[in-house]
């Protein structure tokens, strides 16, 4: 017998190459392998396998084993599967379906010997994300998801949902929303995964006996839907409902008096208003160390790491770990967009630390609002969460796209590639982005940046135009490719832009080689533009929402060489005479401000419609609370020549002492609205420091 997983590779590479267990086992040992000729069970889950003369499947009860772990023994005699649980007895069974998939296609069982659990005790997701809800049929889809991958843990805390939240949260859902939460708990518990539901009281809750009693009574009415794992979250808010020591008070009553009177009810999960490292107050005797002291052991405070988004690093836990007392329970802001969501974020999910698996009580990933486009990521999480050691961030990214769309792998995985970085943001979190041709991008984009243009050699030309002949075909194989619809739908606009982006790139190498025929020159840019054009009219009317409006693919290596490249051809032929159409009338900035989380925020162009349209610039909408020391400001420096014609901002409560200020150098300000103004800020003008979240900064221009 043999360890399979260590030289599996040199004895079945079919089998590893692209077709591995997933999750990856603890261990698995190899004895050769036989003809497949299916099985004998009873088993609704290998009915497809079923054969008169296959081997006999039998099981063996066990006592004092993991949890949710199992044995898988396969020889030429029969299949014997080996577990404690009903949930380790499901994952034997999914893994049984792997192999036996395997066998069905190539004519060959292995024979093997697997013992497995794993690592992380509760593993998958938190739909926890801003925007539109995941529909019913989307969350169906994922329960099952979940279960075919030996993920255990979906939280239920769409942001958007009132009855989880503000202002609805003390009432019941009404009938036929409760009635489809019902059901989702069922299909939950089919696939062998704990449905939690999670309220969100923080915004409005009154520290008093009727609000405890209100979310007690909540709690019941979701018992009462079939729900039997509960959390409650506090991020996101101000004001009394972040005191910790209230917080604790209320989490260890409703242990005491939930929890610990139903018999059938799991461990209660929190999540802290101080979430991450770089919100927490570093004092000692301060929120984090009150939760540590105060709240009952049992009750699990989840935790996204140094910041909002981050790596999951060693140390962070430890940082954390040490202050509440217990492995907190890591809630992973990946691949989630609701910050960036003219953003795809397609790519790898690397940045995990294989070392922290002790200082971890769960590890679950909230995704974006999109549920078909995340499940790479989600998949990789799952691999992830079950064997630290054994996950490869890169192969289980490529794998999952292999499995999961294998009628269109090359062209999503090309399509992944460079969709993938969430661009500038004042969480300032990056991602590895179109990797095969970045270097070669940004050799071009800082030599255009000073009006020259990079001569490329003929090796660097090959491998640009290799990649670009690439974006439209792939986008085609995606778009008619009838199994993957749902996908599709999620993603289109983006598939869209794509195509042209790639038609646009490589009409600007043809440019690039030709820069001293002008007459030439001048038919690809006119070109050039009309593909241009498109792409910004797939912007501007697709993905409307009010926060990051707009589609972007390519964003952080190609779009900004073709951005740059378009300024330069611009101005060289209008330079020279051509009759060069002008460049649409956007107007232009950057974020002016002395907060330092702000510093990366980005400005973004939008378009007001009405009975006429209006360009605007933006800020991007801060999900998260901000701080307004005295004198602190943020606005934006208008960099174009434009002239303002009117300006909103809207925080999500009444502040007092929060000035709108307008300046044309920067240095004198003044409240009365200047339209030739070239910086607009709010400034606490106060003494005392204002906690607020900025959800609206928009200058409209003539």
């Not at 539109?132 to 949902?161: C, H, V």
């Not at 405890?212 to 839907?225: E, G, I, T």
């Not at 009409?507 to 025929?517: G, Y």
């Amino acid at each position: 017998m043999k360890t399979l997983f260590l030289i599996l590779s040199i004895c079945f590479p079919f089998l590893v190459s692209s077709q591995t267990i997933y999750p990856i086992p603890q261990l698995i040992e190899a004895n050769g392998s036989m003809d497949y000729v299916g099985l004998k069970s009873n088993s609704t889950l290998l009915k497809d396998f079923s054969t008169k003369n296959g081997l006999k499947v039998v099981e063996k009860k066990l006592k004092n084993f993991h949890n949710e772990g199992y044995i898988l023994v396969i020889t030429n005699k029969k299949i014997e599967i080996q577990y404690s649980t009903a949930r380790g007895q499901f994952y034997a069974y999914k893994t049984l379906v792997q192999l036996l998939q395997q066998a069905k296609s190539n004519g060959k069982l292995f024979l093997v010997k697997i013992h497995d659990h794993p690592d992380v005790a509760f593993r998958g997701t938190v739909e926890g994300f801003y925007g539109n809800p995941w529909s019913y049929e989307a969350r169906i889809a994922q329960l099952q998801f979940y279960g075919d991958w030996k993920m255990n843990t979906y939280i239920y805390g769409p942001k958007d949902d009132p009855y989880h939240s503000s202002p609805k949260w003390r009432e019941a859902y009404p009938t036929d929303e409760a009635a489809k939460l019902k059901e989702l708990v069922e299909i939950a518990n089919k696939n062998q995964v704990d449905f939690y539901w999670a309220i969100h009281p923080g915004k409005d809750i009154k520290w008093n006996n009727a609000d405890s009693l209100a979310v007690l009574h909540k709690f019941q009415l979701m018992y009462d839907l079939g729900v039997r794992h509960f959390a409650v979250f506090f991020d996101d808010i101000s004001g009394e409902g972040t005191k910790a020591e209230k917080q604790a008070g209320l989490l260890n009553y409703l242990q005491k008096e939930f929890i610990d009177k139903k018999n059938d009810v799991g461990a209660l999960i929190m999540c802290p208003t101080e979430y991450n490292k770089g919100w927490s107050n570093p004092k000692e005797g301060t929120y984090l160390d009150i939760l540590g002291d105060q709240l009952d052991k049992r009750i699990h405070v989840m935790w996204t790491g140094n910041t909002v988004i981050h790596d999951i690093t060693l140390e962070g836990q430890q940082w954390v770990n040490k202050r509440i007392k217990r492995p907190s329970f890591v809630w992973w802001n990946f691949p989630v967009s609701d910050y960036v969501r003219n953003h795809l974020l397609l790519g790898e999910s690397y940045g995990l630390d294989k070392d922290a698996k002790s200082e971890m009580s769960g590890f679950v990933t909230n995704p974006m609002d999109k549920p078909e486009a995340s499940k790479v990521a989600i998949y990789s999480v799952a691999n992830y969460s079950w064997n630290l050691n054994g996950y490869d961030s890169g192969k289980t990214w490529k794998d999952a796209i292999a499995r999961l769309y294998p009628s269109m792998n090359e062209a999503y995985l090309l399509f992944s590639t460079h969709n993938t970085d969430p661009g500038p943001s004042y969480h300032q979190y990056r991602r590895l982005e179109s990797q095969a041709i970045s270097s070669v991008l940004d050799g071009l984009t800082e030599s255009l940046k000073v009006g020259k243009i990079k001569s490329l050699s003929a090796e660097e030309e090959s491998i640009l135009k290799k990649e670009f002949q690439k974006f439209e075909p792939s986008t085609k194989a995606i778009l008619t490719n009838s199994k993957h619809q749902n996908l599709v739908v999620e993603i289109k606009p983006w598939l869209d832009y794509f195509a042209i982006q790639g038609k646009a790139a490589l009409l600007l190498l043809e440019m690039n080689r030709i820069t001293d025929n002008k007459d030439l020159l001048f038919n690809f840019f006119q070109e050039f533009q009309q593909q241009r054009d498109q792409m910004i009219k797939i912007d501007q009317t697709n993905n409307g929402n009010p926060y990051q409006p707009g589609i972007v693919t390519a964003s952080r290596h190609v779009l900004p060489w073709m951005e740059q490249s378009y300024l330069y051809y611009h101005k060289l032929l209008k330079e020279s005479g051509y009759p060069v159409k002008d460049a649409a009338n956007q107007p232009a900035g950057k974020v002016y401000t002395n907060i330092e989380p702000l510093k990366a925020l980005p400005v973004q162009n939008d378009v007001q419609n009405g009975n006429r349209p209006f360009q605007v610039l933006k800020l991007s909408r801060m999900l998260e609370y901000i701080t307004f020391q005295a004198n602190d400001y943020v606005g934006i420096n208008i960099t174009s020549a434009s002239k303002i014609r009117e300006m909103k901002f809207r925080f999500d409560e009444k502040l007092e002492g929060i000035e709108l200020q307008y300046s044309h150098d920067g240095l004198s300000w003044t409240k009365d609205k200047a339209v030739q103004a070239k910086f607009v800020r709010l400034i606490n003008t106060g003494s005392e420091s204002k906690t607020a979240r900025l959800t609206q900064f928009e200058i409209i221009f003539e």
